[in-house]
């Protein structure tokens, strides 16, 4: 299904309408800017309706856990307060301004202008993302062209559609299409009619991407991550057990399958000991939180097993690397991997646990730079501002306590930039 | 394979004698994958099964998850034939069948189709609820929902979803027009296909309130699953209520069967409705969280057992449904035999991580 101008139209009609849209294009573009608090209060409506329950229907193929903590979200994200924030706190001030100018050079006006047409390329593996990217690029007043990812399964065109019916004047700004990825041609005539494209999954979606893309167009990357926990000294620390908990919590609350998830906990010494005492400290934690964790919903449970169990399988046919010196719990492992290399665990609340000395630690991350984002750091007091300094100049872009390494924080950038900045080209007028 | 062709040459396809027989030919069977694929032994070795000592009864031997078989290719000996599941979600598996397998399989089919009074001499007309074959299409379940339409003779085949354009696309009113015609003839007409289709077709039937009756001898045979309609199953007797009401198809003419592309065993409904299992197979239902055996009457992953196949290694395998099996005397209908409900499957397999790809990358990188 396609979404063009407010209708909708089957696939099949995609060229004739990537054709009509390129004169359509500028059309829009030579009006007004659209306003940023028309997107606002288009979201904002979006919100009360989703808290009325107005779409439950649309999100019964969700668990409903999950569908409770996104109502709790959009809650409080989605309000116009919240907006209104993360416009200011990513764009600052957009108001125009002057030059002061210098000696011997004119002076110039400075405005802060869409970027023009943004093709959002969504990954499918996080829930709402297709909708919430292209929400980001109407509040900084872009046309967007929004391909949908193939599992989408059409919650994000309703959702979307009801903007428009909220704000009908969206409508010259929101082109949907479920266009395929093998489809290239599709894809370069919707890459050639935009000034940036912004694309959201693994690196081999992105390769593709940079491969089709016009020259010259900008290219706005999120890509995928891997987390850790880094642990030093906890005989120091009066709350260790505390903070261990929160990190076993966080374990079994992302179920490791989140960017920020933790995949390692890295122990700051090189006793293997050492190592070996903390994974069996940890186990009956996570154990715990893994317990208190557990879904009522067998088909989860089910999945989760069979996921792991085949995790293991794999390791058995050298797959998938696998310690021989694993602590098995119910429903969850720890294992104690004698190598320091940032790595995939076998998710699914099987955390591995290696040892990474202080001054090691840029040496090990340069390695897996390009993947590093978000580090839970579980510290003396004392130890935190020298950790977190090694970690960022290591190439970290977050360092939160352990429990909360999946945690959002509004105003925080995504990936060391701040998204709606990217949408947006400051322009100069000379006076 | 002396002991798969005794088992699978067994007339009565419930007769609870034949356990020794099952286990022996599950050894046989076991001992030829271990010689014949190195992955298999490997796995078996890594779980603790290193001889068939180790093989005291069918739960103790290694469980293939579906799941593992669509991310790992896995083959033993020689093949005739290939099927391919029809992987409601991207993945699919292909499994790989011997001549001896196949044998033993047309065997069972026979058995177990004679057995349920499905095999007649009178022709029908075929109206399937599920995909035409062609050439693109290796899913077993294409292949199944034409074969069985030779367990009575063909007049016609005229099939739901059509392949047009690049893609399947479900062709109701053609299907609508045609049960209208064939309802004034007297030639019996037979359903075969998704239920979910099926019950579909029902539903629009009755909104437009078209309600015909079918020739006598006419029947409803359901296969393949809810697929991805499974939230929407709706309960038996709905279902058959509707068929009476639309198509004057009596409850004990519609029947369903069971079975996966990697456990080809045709479990059948019995009259009451119920799949019981057959000697060629063993079902045992697992924990959710251990995998460890559950016990009559308790929800868990259905692994199923049968020595069918030495071409791919799918003696035990693990699929994604959730099942619960009862004894066979609380059925009622005579056979003895335990029998199984499937009760829904696992959440969606392909799981939302980005950590994974990342990893993907950096592996690869590092080569």
Not at chain 2, 12 to 18: A, E, F, N, Q, V
């Amino acid at each position: 299904m396609i979404l063009y101008a407010g209708k909708t139209y089957d696939s099949s009609e995609q060229n004739r309408l990537l054709d009509e849209l390129k004169d359509r294009i500028p059309e829009t573009l030579a009006k007004e800017p659209l306003a940023p608090d028309v997107v606002i209060d288009a979201i904002d409506k979006l919100r009360q309706d989703t808290l009325a329950g107005k779409f439950d229907e649309l999100l019964i193929n969700l668990p409903q856990d999950a569908v409770e903590s996104y109502k709790a979200q959009a809650a409080v994200l989605l309000s116009k307060d919240m907006l209104r924030l993360k416009l200011k706190t990513e764009l600052q001030d957009t108001s125009d301004y002057e030059t002061d100018g210098a000696e011997g050079f004119s002076r110039i006006k400075v405005k802060t202008m869409p970027l023009g047409v943004i093709l959002h390329i969504a990954a499918g593996n996080m829930d709402f993302l297709p909708a919430y990217s292209l929400a980001e690029g109407l509040l900084t007043g872009n046309i967007n062209i929004l391909k949908l990812p193939s599992a989408d399964d059409g919650l994000s065109l309703k959702l979307i559609m009801q903007l428009i019916e909220y704000e009908p004047e969206l409508t010259d700004y929101i082109y949907v299409f479920d266009t395929p990825s093998s489809d290239v041609y599709g894809m370069q005539k919707m890459a050639s009619l935009s000034n940036g494209i912004s694309v959201w999954g693994s690196d081999i979606a992105i390769d593709a991407v940079r491969k089709m893309a016009p020259t010259g167009v900008k290219l706005i990357e999120w890509g995928q991550k891997l987390g850790f926990c880094y642990v030093s000294h906890l005989e120091k620390q009066s709350n260790a057990d505390e903070e261990l908990v929160a990190l076993a919590e966080h374990i079994a609350n992302t179920k490791q399958l989140l960017c920020s998830s933790c995949q390692v906990i890295y122990i700051n010494s090189e006793s293997e000991e050492e190592k070996k005492l903390f994974a069996q400290r940890f186990a009956p934690l996570l154990e715990e939180a893994v317990g208190k964790n557990k879904t009522d919903e067998i088909g989860v449970r089910a999945r989760d097993t069979l996921v792991s169990y085949t995790a293991r399988l794999k390791g058995m046919l050298g797959e998938e690397e696998v310690s021989s010196d694993v602590i098995k719990k119910r429903g969850c492992s720890v294992i104690i991997s004698d190598n320091s290399k940032l790595e995939l665990s076998p998710m699914m609340c099987n955390v591995l646990v290696k040892n990474l000395p202080e001054d090691k630690l840029t040496k090990v991350l340069i390695e897996s730079k390009n993947y590093l984002q978000t580090a839970g750091l579980i510290c003396p007091d004392e130890e935190r501002g020298r950790l977190t300094d090694a970690l960022l100049r290591s190439g970290l872009i977050r360092v939160t306590k352990g429990g909360n390494m999946s945690a959002y924080f509004p105003g925080e950038s995504h990936d060391g930039d701040y998204a709606l900045r990217r949408y947006i080209r400051h322009v100069n007028i000379e006076l | 394979m002396k002991l798969r062709r005794k088992l699978f040459s067994t007339k009565d396809p419930y007769d609870l004698s034949k356990d020794e027989l099952f286990i022996g030919a599950c050894k046989e069977n076991w001992s030829y994958l271990v010689s014949h694929c190195e992955d298999y032994k490997k796995i078996s070795d890594g779980l603790g099964v290193k001889s068939v000592d180790d093989i005291k009864s069918p739960e103790n031997l290694p469980i293939i998850p579906t799941m593992f078989l669509k991310q790992h290719d896995m083959r033993s000996g020689a093949y005739i034939a290939s099927a391919t599941s029809s992987g409601t979600s991207g993945n699919f598996s292909t499994i790989r069948f011997d001549l001896g397998g196949l044998w033993a399989d047309l065997k069972m089919a026979l058995n177990m189709s004679t057995y349920h009074k499905i095999l007649s001499p009178r022709p029908c007309r075929y109206i399937v609820m599920g995909y035409k074959m062609h050439r693109g299409n290796k899913t077993a379940i294409a292949k199944t929902a034409f074969l069985t339409t030779l367990l009575a003779p063909a007049i016609s085949r005229k099939y739901i979803l059509k392949f047009k354009d690049g893609e399947y696309k479900p062709d109701f009113d053609g299907v609508m027009e045609a049960v209208q015609k064939y309802a004034k003839g007297k030639i019996p007409v037979r359903f075969m296909g998704f239920p979910a289709y099926t019950f579909f077709l029902l539903q629009m039937l009755d909104e437009k309130g078209i309600n015909v009756t079918l020739p006598k001898h006419s029947k409803i045979l359901l296969g393949g699953g809810w697929k991805q309609f499974y939230k929407e199953a709706v309960d038996k007797q709905t279902f058959y209520k509707l068929a009476k009401k639309v198509l004057g198809i009596d409850e004990e003419n519609i029947t369903e069967y069971y079975g996966a592309v990697e456990h080809q065993i045709l479990y059948t409904h019995c009259k009451n409705h119920n799949f019981h299992v057959p000697v060629f197979s063993k079902i045992v239902i697992r924990d959710p969280d251990t995998l460890e055996p559950t016990g009559k009457d308790q929800i868990g992953l259905m692994n199923l057992i049968t020595p069918l196949l030495t071409a791919t290694p799918v003696l035990s395998i693990m699929t994604d449904d959730l099942g619960v099996l009862h004894d066979g005397s609380k059925c009622g209908c005579g056979i003895e035999a335990p029998y199984f409900e499937i009760i829904g499957r696992v959440a969606p397999s392909e799981i939302k991580t980005c950590a994974a790809g990342a990893a993907d990358i950096l592996n690869g990188a590092g080569k």
